[in-house]
């Protein structure tokens, strides 16, 4: 039996720049390699120099789509290192922020790059041309996260009011009070998103992971916990770097992460989803079930209803959160000590867990940074997605396996640069001519 190699030259419609190649040998699956080329961007070194008061907006650069978890990160590493705990309205406030990066980035990915996968569109543009009212639910829906981003964070993209310590200002009771309405139609309109991606058509396509993933005693995970998994892990922020190992491959610009002794693993919703489902809001949790969800989701290809779940949850926690009322007495910022420090800390950013940690000296310079990003850690279990699904569908098609494996990569809505289309395959067998 001729070889059977499939080169997918460029991921697109992603964000980044990266490829597939898959080669079968006398029709058995020998290689699967996801192919991350994107030149590599320097963050960590260029924040070594600058002022740790600086690193909050430096960070937030590295996303257009989710900057709240970049600068969440940071602030609560650089907090810790300095020993700065803020008083509950501001955690509050902080919280509230994050609601709205989980809102708008979730609900891009459902509407406008997932969705279009399962219904056999090539784009979100496409989708709206036989499904507009669902397409503009969904844009509505993004549009009522960037605005708690607007109104807490200074601006709809890359937030500027964060700082070490709290915000430059807070925002007074009638701009917060504002968002209310508009959150209400979100929580329905959530709750309407949950029941329409159940119906969607899944393969049943079933992953034994070790999820990771944030957990708090009191909530579901946003900026605090401790970092846990389904096999035992139970650790605190300051033990990361002991247990998990980032690694350098031949096919990748990007770093591949892995727990110490134990292998690959998975952050994200689904890791969220089943190692803290008992901590949703109650509509969050009805909606879940409803869907067919149960305690737990196996099924990477369901995780498109876990987001929905859980930007119902964002949009039920943003309502609650409005309902705590900021004092006008309250201050900004809490004053910092001039001191130097070392501290790091996890939070959920829409794709998992986004590690930082941070050395400076007296002066405030900063001299170590380091940062683990969620797309980073869950690479080498994309490639295992990979390789399980073409094993189980390697006698498809050409174009019918570009799909499948367009989907597989997409569940875990990897940070690669967004364009107009996603897989440009090439399928070369051996002995007969290439196809595209």
């Given at each position: 039996m001729a070889d059977r190699t499939i080169r997918v030259d460029y991921l697109a419609r992603v964000e980044g720049e990266g490829a597939l190649n898959v080669l079968f040998r006398d029709g058995r699956l020998e290689d699967v390699q996801l192919r991350i080329f994107e030149p590599p961007r320097f963050f960590e070194a260029l924040l070594?120099?600058?002022?740790?008061?600086?690193?909050?907006d430096i960070t937030a650069r590295i996303c257009g789509i989710c900057p709240v978890a970049y600068q969440m990160s940071a602030v609560h590493a650089l907090e810790r290192a300095l020993r700065v705990e803020l008083p509950p309205e501001l955690v509050r406030l902080r919280r509230l922020l994050y609601?709205?990066?989980w809102?708008?980035?979730h609900t891009l990915h459902i509407y406008m790059l997932h969705a279009p996968d399962f219904l056999g569109y090539t784009d979100g543009i496409a989708?709206?041309?036989?499904?507009?009212?669902?397409?503009?639910?969904?844009?509505?829906?993004?549009?009522a996260g960037n605005e708690i981003l607007r109104v807490v964070?200074?601006?709809?993209?890359?937030?500027?009011?964060v700082k070490v310590g709290g915000f430059f200002r807070l925002p007074d009771a009638s701009e917060l009070e504002s968002l209310r309405s508009e959150l209400e139609w979100a929580r329905e309109a959530a709750a309407e998103t949950v029941k329409w991606a159940a119906t969607?058509?899944?393969?049943?396509?079933?992953r034994d992971y070790e999820y990771v993933a944030l957990r708090h005693e009191a909530e579901y995970p946003m900026n605090r916990g401790r970092i846990v998994s389904n096999r035992g892990l139970d650790i605190d922020a300051d033990d990361y770097e002991q247990q998990f190992v980032e690694e350098q491959v031949p096919h990748s610009t990007a770093l591949h992460s892995r727990l110490r002794d134990r292998g690959h693993y998975l952050v994200g919703p689904l890791a969220r989803y089943n190692l803290n489902s008992d901590q949703l809001s109650d509509v969050a949790r009805a909606a879940a079930l409803e869907a067919g969800l149960g305690d737990t989701c196996l099924n990477?290809?369901?995780?498109?209803?876990?987001?929905?779940?859980?930007?119902?949850?964002?949009?039920?926690?943003?309502?609650?959160?409005?309902?705590?009322?900021?004092?006008a007495d309250s201050p900004p910022a809490l004053s910092l000590p001039n001191a130097s420090g070392k501290g790091c800390a996890a939070t959920e950013a829409p794709r998992g867990i986004l590690y930082h940690a941070y050395a400076f000296e007296d002066d405030g310079r900063i001299s170590r940074a380091r940062i683990v990003p969620p797309t980073s850690q869950n690479q080498p279990t994309i490639?295992?997605?990979?390789?399980?699904?073409?094993?189980?569908?390697?006698?498809?098609?050409?174009?019918?396996?570009?799909?499948?494996?367009?989907?597989?990569?997409?569940?875990?809505?990897?940070?690669i640069s967004c364009a107009t289309h996603f897989l440009d395959m090439t399928v070369r067998r051996e002995g007969m001519s290439p196809t595209t």
């Open positions: 070594v120099g600058r002022s740790y008061t600086e690193a909050p609601c709205g990066e809102i708008e980035s989708m709206a041309r036989d499904h507009p009212d669902v397409v503009r639910r969904g844009l509505r829906l993004k549009k964070g200074g601006r709809s993209v890359h937030p500027v009011n969607l058509p899944f393969p049943d396509f079933e990477p290809f369901r995780s498109i209803i876990v987001r929905a779940v859980e930007v119902l949850y964002a949009c039920d926690e943003a309502l609650r959160i409005l309902g705590e009322p900021v004092s490639e295992d997605d990979l390789r399980s699904l073409l094993e189980r569908y390697s006698d498809l098609e050409d174009t019918s396996l570009q799909l499948k494996c367009e989907q597989t990569i997409r569940n875990h809505d990897p940070c």
